[in-house]
């Protein structure tokens, strides 16, 4: 009986591990650039795609199995996709209408931090002669509107604290209008907004002192993958959390040093 109870067991094994190395993850991420997290812009992948796809491609390494299949599309739509179960997985932050949409890694009804793909900081950048300013709670000296990529969580926010905000294609948009005084300020990660002040011309832009808003942001897998694969998805988690600890500073040095 013991024996029987072996093979079953052994069967089974081989069961699993058959049916994980058909599954694919379609991984869905903008087609505006959000340096260094995807890079390029447009439908198709450039041959270092990012931070962030690098750290889902490395996922196959993690989860024997498992290939990784990259798709981009325009950010609204990779919600309404993510819903609709057209793609199975995306990055962003915590908005609890997302929920509808897919699930998060969860822990006494709240995200997990601990299997948080990354941690963001927003700040805002302004025009260095604007009196604009941001103390932590309020803007003063606001006269226009502020600047965030559409359907950012951070726009919410903004608007929460009086803002006009001016939705648009990308942060690299959001800085051009800046520069032109089309924008009182703009809204960006810290990487991405010094990436981009820096290719201002020297003196024009700086970035106020006080963090506007930090957010943790996770690998979103929708209701219809759950369902299909119930155990899968917290091995994704635990895999990008193992690859965030282990090289996520490499990747960024990486991307960094190219520009």
Not at 49 to 75: A, D, I, S
Not at 156 to 161: F, I
Not at 237 to 249: E, K, M, N, V, Y
Request: glycine share 8%; aromatic share 10%.
């Amino acid at each position: 009986m013991k024996r029987w109870s072996l093979l079953a067991l052994g069967f089974a094994f081989l069961h699993q591990i058959t049916f994980a190395q058909s599954i694919t993850l379609r991984f869905a991420y903008e087609v505006e650039e959000v340096f260094p997290y995807y890079m390029g812009s447009g439908e198709t992948t450039p041959p270092d795609p990012g931070v962030t796809p690098e750290m889902l491609r490395l996922l196959e390494k993690e989860v024997p199995g498992l290939r990784v299949e990259l798709q981009r599309m325009p950010w609204k739509r990779c919600l309404v996709q993510l819903q609709d179960g057209e793609v199975d997985a995306l990055v962003a932050s915590f908005k609890p209408e997302r929920m509808q949409a897919g699930v998060y890694p969860m822990k006494n009804a709240q995200p997990d931090a601990a299997l948080a793909i990354d941690v963001r900081a927003f700040y805002l950048y302004k025009a260095a002669d604007s009196a604009l300013d941001w103390d932590g709670q309020q803007f003063t000296g606001l006269a226009g509107p502020i600047g965030a990529p559409l359907g950012y969580a951070i726009v919410e926010d903004l608007q929460k604290k009086g803002a006009n905000v001016a939705q648009s294609r990308s942060t690299a948009t959001d800085f051009q209008k800046l520069v032109l005084g089309r924008l009182a300020g703009v809204a960006a990660f810290e990487r991405v907004g010094d990436f981009h002040m820096r290719k201002a011309k020297p003196g024009t832009v700086m970035r106020v002192g006080t963090v506007l808003a930090t957010k943790e942001y996770y690998l979103i897998v929708s209701h219809q993958f759950m369902r299909r694969h119930p155990a899968l998805a917290p091995a994704l988690w635990r895999g990008l959390a193992r690859i965030r600890d282990r090289q996520a500073d490499a990747l960024f040095l990486k991307y960094l040093e190219q520009n």
